[in-house]
Structures are given as C-alpha cells and as structure tokens.
C-alpha cells in the first residue's frame, strides 16, 4: 500500500528533479561542449553524440547547474549512473587527475565571471597559466 507520507515523499522528489532539471541553459551546456573541447569529460573520447551528465548525481544532491553537468559519451554516462564519481573513475582506471584538473579550472571561470564570455577569457587564461 502506498502511504500519503510516501506519496508526498514522491511528489517532493519530483518537483525537485524538475526545478533541477530547468537550472542549465541550451548557451551554458553549448559553452560546456566548447569547454571540454566537444569529448566526453570523463573518458575524454571525441564522440557526435555527448550526454549531459551530473558530476554529483542528481539521487546524491547533485544540480543540474553549468557547475554540476559535463559532456559524457554515452557509454560513460551509462557506467557512471548514479556512482561516486572519483571511486567509479579509479575503478574504470580513467584519468582522475586530467578530469579533477579541468572541472576545477571550468568551475572556477565559470564562479568568478560575470557571463559565459567572460567564463572563456578566464579559463582561456588559466589554461595558459596551467602550461
Ligand atoms: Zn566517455
């Protein structure tokens, strides 16, 4: 039987994946693609098809923010699912290091920018500053 509490629960739920789901914008997520150099962010495959996916998942209190979604092909996104994203990257042996490094540096344009263009200006400049 369903109760009322767990219905409420569900409805709770879905309006939040909802409100979520509407955080990230077509530029954002085409800013995102150019960001990650249009391959999958965690396996770094060049792939026509990238899926947007929650670094933190959604089920783990993930946004669906410009600061939470990276392109992931779709065998990645599939593996990945609902894991902890640094324990699934050392159990597939992808590179940890490469995928921490270039999200932080995504993160922080992004934080420290007043719009996307500006976000491109700061991460062209820290990846120089990386080199
Ligand atoms: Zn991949």
């Known amino acids: 039987m369903v109760s ?31 960001a990650w150099n249009h391959a999958c962010a965690y396996c770094g495959g060049q792939y026509a ?4 996916d929650c670094v933190h998942a959604i089920s783990r ?3 669906y923010t410009v600061e ?7 065998s990645c996104n599939a593996s990945k699912c ?6 699934w990257m050392r159990r597939k042996r992808l590179d ?3 995928f921490l490094e270039r999200w932080v540096m995504i993160i922080g344009s992004v934080r420290d920018s007043s719009d ?9 400049a820290a990846m120089i500053e990386k080199r």
């Open 4 to 34: 009322r509490r767990h219905l409420l629960a569900s409805r709770r739920r879905a309006r939040r994946v909802k409100a979520a789901n509407n955080d990230l914008s077509a530029q954002q997520w085409r800013w995102l693609l150019a």
């Open 49 to 52: 098809e990238l899926q947007k």
């Open 61 to 63: 209190g993930g946004r």
């Open 68 to 74: 939470n979604v990276v392109p992931a092909c779709r």
């Open 82 to 87: 609902n894991a902890e994203v640094t324990s």
């Open 96 to 98: 940890e290091k490469r």
């Open 116 to 124: 996307l263009e500006d976000a491109t200006l700061a991460l062209a």
